[in-house]
């Protein structure tokens, strides 16, 4: 059974940090085009950041290119996402993902709520 976890949200002024996790179990990271999306209140699921398998090269929102970076620990079967500079308009719940190509499906977790205040 295929868990996703994510953690590490929080409320952080503009300008802060935050580094998000998200724990796997029931799949490895190393071989998934992982990536993390958020969805802030009245707004649709948008994508945020992906890290490939195939090289560890990454992709990024325009809204957060030069202030995020997602990567992974294939030790840990992990990957985070580390957020700097954060605007309000980050404010939103974020998911960690992982597609299933060869089954046509999307894993996701919980999700974990980031708050930027202003």
């Known amino acids: 059974q295929v868990q996703l976890v994510e953690s590490g949200g929080g409320l952080v002024q503009a300008g802060g940090s935050l580094r998000l996790s998200c724990a796997a179990s029931g799949l490895t990271v190393g071989i998934y085009d992982m990536g993390w999306y958020r969805q802030a209140p009245g707004k649709e699921r948008e994508f945020v950041a992906r890290?490939?398998?195939?090289?560890?090269?990454?992709r990024y929102a325009d809204s957060v290119k030069g202030r995020f970076t997602i990567s992974r620990d294939n030790a840990k079967n992990a990957v985070y996402l580390q957020m700097n500079s954060l605007k309000p308009e980050d404010t939103a719940i974020y998911y960690c993902?992982?597609?299933?190509?060869?089954?046509?499906?999307?894993?996701w977790g919980q999700g974990t709520q980031v708050t930027v205040s202003s």
């Open positions: 890290i490939l398998r195939i090289g560890a090269s990454t």
């Open positions: 993902n992982a597609p299933n190509q060869v089954l046509g499906q999307n894993y």
